[in-house]
């Protein structure tokens, strides 16, 4: 599986024509204790650039940005009792799955190495 960042700060694990989309782990750094997270409806559709839900901590509320275009196929239905597992580990506790619609909107993120470069200049 291949993990690719977009600049808002999610991630996108793709196997094949599925993703797992998430926020990274800057992010739930960045946010604190995770409190709520808002998830479309299996079934959905979502735009690369378009919000598809929020993600609410104790400190901020933040919208979840598409960073590809799909048709949600689940929904990650532990974070709706227990949303700080995102604190625990973001990378493994994603928000949705999606088929995506358009796999080449995957050469519009970054890598590893470009997002770690991303995190570095926000945090100056």
């Known amino acids: 599986m ?3 960042y977009s600049p808002t700060h999610e991630y996108i ?9 998430g926020i990274s782990d800057y992010a739930q ?12 409806e299996v079934g ?20 979840l940005i598409a960073p590809v275009s799909g048709a949600v196929v689940e929904i990650n ?5 227990n949303p700080r597992l995102v604190n625990e580990d973001a990378m493994a506790n994603w928000i949705i799955k999606v088929e995506l619609t358009d796999p080449a909107q995957l050469d519009d993120l970054m890598d ?7 995190c570095e200049k926000e945090k100056h």
């Open 13 to 21: 694990k793709v196997d094949g024509n599925i993703g797992y989309i």
């Open 29 to 40: 750094h960045a946010l604190g204790n995770v409190v709520y997270v808002d998830m479309p």
């Open 44 to 63: 959905d559709d979502i735009e690369a650039g378009e919000d598809f839900g929020a993600i609410e901590s104790v400190k901020a509320a933040s919208d």
């Open 77 to 81: 239905e532990h974070l709706i009792d």
């Open 112 to 118: 590893e190495e470009a997002y770690k470069q991303l």
């Open 2 to 4: 291949k993990t690719y």
